[in-house]
């Protein structure tokens, strides 16, 4: 089992930034890819970014040049930059951590507005 606990997202203005960060704890070890994902309501939880344990990264387009996933294997976090925000990436975001399964944190809602 893998727990995951991300900090509270927020409201922020369009052009502005915000940084989530996610803790993982429980078998750490079995953990390959980390990411975060996002959902609005009557839509389905899309894919905002992953990383690998070795650090490999892999973005949706729509985030591309404006979001940055970065990863501590040490201190067993997971962070997510969002720069340049628009109003369209408002959502709920969720942490996920990869084992043999999916994990998930409880989601944290970023409100960007115009």
């Known amino acids: 089992q893998v727990q995951l606990v991300e900090s509270r997202g927020g409201l922020v203005q369009a052009g502005g930034s915000l940084r989530l960060s996610c803790a993982a704890s429980?078998?750490?070890?079995?953990?390959?890819?980390m990411g975060w994902y996002r959902q609005v309501p009557g839509k389905q939880r899309e894919l905002v970014a992953t990383?690998?344990?070795?650090?490999?990264?892999n973005y949706a387009d729509s985030v591309k040049g404006r979001f940055t996933i970065s990863r501590d294997n040490a201190k067993n976090m997971v962070y997510l930059q969002m720069n340049s925000l628009k109003p369209e990436d408002t959502a709920v975001y969720y942490c996920?951590?990869?084992?043999?399964?999916?994990?998930w944190g409880q989601g944290t809602q970023v409100t960007v507005s115009s």
């Open positions: 429980g078998s750490i070890f079995r953990i390959n890819d």
């Open positions: 990383i690998t344990r070795g650090g490999n990264t």
């Open positions: 996920n951590a990869k084992t043999l399964y999916d994990f």
